[in-house]
Nanobody, 126 residues
Framework: QVRLRESGGGSVQAGGSLRLSCAAS????????VAWFRQAPGKEREGVAV????????YYADSVKGRFTISQDNTDNTVNLQMNSLQPEDTGVYYC???????????????????WGQGTQVTVSS
């Protein structure tokens, strides 16, 4: 089973930017898709963005469209989430999740992923 590790979280003021990275090990093959989720205190985990590795198709939650960009970096086999114009409501623990094999109809379904990272905290102050 692939292990995922997130990095890049931190604290910023509203309007600032952060870049999260998700690294997989061992990296024996490309996953089918990699998604970023977040969970705010007292709320359910929600899907933020996903990238389908072979097609490079990306999808975003409405709340982050135009502000967040998910991308794959082939130089170090990471999936990154560039977050701009951050707002206090973006605060939460951010997780990356991977599904290794094709299938699954809903990337936002937390049960539809094989591996999860441990999460990284993002705090946006007003």
């Amino acid at each position: 089973q692939v292990r995922l590790r997130e990095s890049g979280g931190g604290s910023v003021q509203a309007g600032g930017s952060l870049r999260l990275s998700c690294a997989a090990s061992p990296y024996t093959r490309f996953p089918y898709r990699v998604a970023w989720f977040r969970q705010a205190p007292g709320k359910e985990r929600e899907g933020v963005a996903v990238i389908f590795i072979k097609s490079q198709y990306t999808y975003y939650a409405d709340s982050v469209k135009g502000r967040f960009t998910i991308s794959q970096d082939n130089t170090d086999n990471t999936v990154n989430l560039q977050m701009n114009s951050l707002q206090p409501e973006d605060t939460g623990v951010y997780y990356c999740a991977a599904r290794m094999d094709p299938g699954g109809s809903n990337w936002r379904d937390t049960n539809d992923h094989d591996s999860w990272g441990q999460g990284t905290q993002v705090t946006v102050s007003s």
